[in-house]
């Protein structure tokens, strides 16, 4: 049998194919779930199909996360949260105004979270937090929190440079992200029913009419 290299040890290929395959099982299983549980949602979902999607049995399935919400949570994690640590770092660097970093902050969500496949899992968690509150208390500790925070960061960092009227940040942020999980909520109903809203036109004309209600001064 051929033999081949990897990082100086030599193996065989098949062997070294099955490995790259095991690293990259989870990753794959994270993909199926996301696909099914925007999809179908997390009730409707089976962990069967999941398993199948993925091309692997659900015994290998549970190798890996020891229940679909497990799976969800890994999904979130993976897609989600893990966005929040690198934009925070963008949000503290930035140097120009303010009202061209709340652009910037909400032109970011929607092009590395709303225009994304994931942002379906934000319509599942409205949809069936009532069903699963554990779950909705994981994504309220894990994306919503600290997703406000930065968002409450840049409101404050404008009335602190005199180029916002002071507001209540615990009600300012969600003017922030009202029209955004509006827009990723009607991507993943009407949306998908074929009814028309263009997502970069919508995000123009709410964040001018918000900055135009905030800004002291006229928004440049």
Known sequence: MPLSKSNGNIEPPMRAKHQRRKVERPSELLDAALELFVEKGFAATHVEEIAKLAGVSKGTLFLYFTSKEELLKAVVRKNMSGCLQEWNAEFESFQGSTADLLRYCITAWWERIGSAKVSGVIKLVMS????????FAFYECEVMQPGNEPIARVLQRGVNRGEFHPIDM??????????LLFLATWKHSFGTCGAQLIPEEYIAVQLESILNGLSIRAVP
């Open 128 to 135: 069936e937090a009532r069903n699963f509150p554990k779950l």
């Open 170 to 179: 615990k009600y300012g942020v969600y003017v922030e992200l009202a029209p």
